[in-house]
């Protein structure tokens, strides 16, 4: 069984910085695109980075030049550095292996119970 399970969120000053983790068991990050989505109290789910089984990123533009998706194939681990963090990035985060669908979960996604992200001064 797939097991995903993110840590490092915690309560952070705006402008400070994080990174969040993600491991796996039974599941190889290198063999599968994967993001980083947040669900953000009172609105939908919505995702913040993708790094590609090549290595390429992408981001939204709300979280570009701040965000920074990175994976350490010999821990098995993801990563997610977020910088320049703002008051409206608290959220709870999850590393996924699929974007949302309409602000929701998609059928089949696979992700982790999720680590906090609180943004407050």
């Known amino acids: 069984e797939v097991d995903l399970v993110e840590s490092g969120g915690d309560l952070v000053q705006p402008g400070g910085s994080l990174r969040l983790s993600c491991t796996a068991s039974e599941f190889s990050f290198v063999n599968n695109d994967m993001f980083w989505l947040r669900q953000v109290p009172g609105k939908g789910l919505e995702w913040v980075s993708r790094?590609?089984?090549?290595?390429?990123?992408d981001y939204p533009y709300s979280v570009m030049g701040r965000f920074t998706v990175s994976r350490d194939s010999a821990k098995n681990t993801l990563y997610l550095q977020m910088n320049s963090l703002k008051t409206e990035d608290t959220g709870l985060y999850y590393c996924?292996?699929?974007?949302?669908?309409?602000?929701?979960?998609?059928?089949?996604?696979?992700r982790g119970q999720g680590t906090q992200v609180t943004v407050a001064s």
């Open positions: 790094i590609n089984i090549d290595g390429t990123t």
């Open positions: 996924a292996t699929d974007y949302p669908c309409g602000g929701a979960w998609c059928d089949g996604t696979i």
